[in-house]
């Protein structure tokens, strides 16, 4: 009797052993899914954050483009005023200094 009671306990400690064995197999397996799963998720997230830095690095360039043409156009708009000021003045000029020899 007492040898069929150590043969229980002998076994109940094998069968706790080969729980907590699997128990460990188990936990390390999930542990590994969880950083697999962790590192896919940091990747994808990496992928998004380079194509929205590509999408506004675009967007910023394109509107600069745009700045860029609006005010070459302003600038040729006023230099043509410029330049019409400075004819029209040049022949102020030429009057005024005309006057001031022969006169």
């Not at 188990?26 to 998004?48: F, G, L, T, Y």
Request: net charge neutral.
């Amino acid at each position: 009797m007492v040898s069929e009671l150590i043969d229980k306990i002998k076994e109940a400690e094998e069968n706790a052993k080969a729980k907590i064995k699997e128990s460990q197999s188990d936990s390390d397996r999930v542990i590994r899914e969880a950083r697999e799963k962790a590192e896919a998720i940091i990747e994808e997230a990496k992928k998004q954050a380079a194509e929205s830095k590509k999408l506004f690095m675009k967007s910023g360039e394109e509107e600069a483009a745009k700045l860029l043409e609006q005010l070459k156009e302003f600038n040729n708009v006023e230099r043509e005023k410029i330049r019409k000021m400075a004819a029209s003045n040049r022949a102020n000029a030429a009057s005024f200094i005309t006057g001031r020899i022969i006169g």
